[in-house]
C-alpha cells in the first residue's frame, strides 16, 4: 500500500531562515504524481506544486523550491529566506495509479517574526 | 469563477441524523472526491468518482454515500451520524484523475453530539 510520511510533526524558525520540509512516498507504482499543498490558520487547501514521477528536475518558484529524487522516494520541500505569512501546516500527498491521492500527516511550521 | 462550492460551511448534527453535504464545481471537472480532515492528521479518502455516473470508494466509505448523477455535483450523504464522524470535509476536484491539479473546496466543520 502506499504511504506518505512526513516525519517532522513541528518546525519552528526565525524569520529569513532557510527551512526544509521533508516528504517521503512509498509506493509500488512506477508512475505516480506527487503534490504539496499549504493549508493557512483559515483552514483552506493552497495547492503549491505537482510533480511527475518521471521528472526529476528540481523546481524553483520565487522563494519556493522543490528537489524530487525517484531514487529514495523523496520529494522536499524547501522555502528559502522564509517570512511569517509561510506560518502554516504543509502536506505532501500522492496520486496513485488507483486514482487515490494519499497525503501525509502534515507538517506545521511556524515562522517567528 | 466559483471553482469548487462546498455547503454548508459549518453544521451540527445529532447522533443519528442523517445529512448531506453538497459539492459542486464549475470547472466541466471529471473527477470529484471527498476527503475528511481529523485533527493533527492529513486527508483521508471517503468516496471518489471519475465521472457522472462512475463512483467509487476511497479508504474510509463506511457511513457515507455519494453519487453522481451530473458532472457538476458530487454530494455526500452521511446516513446515520455518529460523534466519530466530527471532522473537517473536503470536497475536490480535478480535469481528470491522472494527476492534473487538484482544486479544494473550503470546507465544511461539521460536528456530532
Known amino acids: 500500500a502506499q504511504k506518505v510520511t512526513q516525519a517532522q510533526t513541528e518546525i519552528s524558525v526565525v524569520e529569513k531562515e532557510d527551512v526544509t520540509l521533508d516528504c517521503v512516498y512509498e509506493?509500488?507504482?512506477?508512475?505516480?504524481?506527487l503534490f504539496w499543498y499549504k493549508q493557512p490558520p483559515s483552514g483552506e487547501l493552497v495547492f503549491l506544486i505537482r510533480r511527475n514521477s518521471f521528472d526529476e528536475q528540481n523546481e524553483i518558484s520565487g522563494r519556493y523550491s522543490w528537489n524530487f529524487q525517484k531514487s529514495t522516494s523523496s520529494f522536499n520541500f524547501t522555502i528559502t529566506a522564509s517570512q511569517v505569512v509561510d506560518s502554516a501546516v504543509y502536506f505532501c500527498?500522492?496520486?496513485?495509479?488507483?486514482?487515490?491521492?494519499?497525503w501525509g500527516a502534515g507538517t506545521k511550521l511556524i515562522i517567528k517574526p | 469563477n466559483a471553482g469548487v462550492t462546498q455547503t454548508p460551511k459549518f453544521q451540527v448534527l445529532k447522533t443519528g441524523q442523517s445529512m448531506t453535504l453538497q459539492c459542486a464545481q464549475d470547472?466541466?471537472?471529471?473527477?470529484m472526491s471527498w476527503y475528511r480532515q481529523d485533527p493533527g492528521m492529513g486527508l483521508r479518502l471517503i468516496h471518489y468518482?471519475?465521472?457522472?455516473?462512475?463512483?467509487d470508494q476511497g479508504e474510509v466509505p463506511n457511513g457515507y454515500n455519494v453519487s453522481r448523477s451530473t458532472t457538476e455535483d458530487f454530494p455526500l450523504r452521511l446516513l446515520s451520524a455518529a460523534p466519530s464522524q466530527t471532522s473537517v470535509y473536503f470536497c475536490a476536484s480535478s480535469y481528470s484523475a491522472s494527476g492534473n491539479t487538484i482544486y479544494f473546496g473550503e470546507g465544511s466543520w461539521l460536528t456530532v453530539v
Open positions: 500527498a500522492g496520486l496513485d495509479s488507483n486514482y487515490q491521492l494519499i
Open positions: 468518482s471519475v465521472g457522472a455516473g462512475i463512483t
Open positions: 509506493t509500488r507504482d512506477t508512475t505516480y504524481y
Open positions: 470547472m466541466n471537472h471529471e473527477y
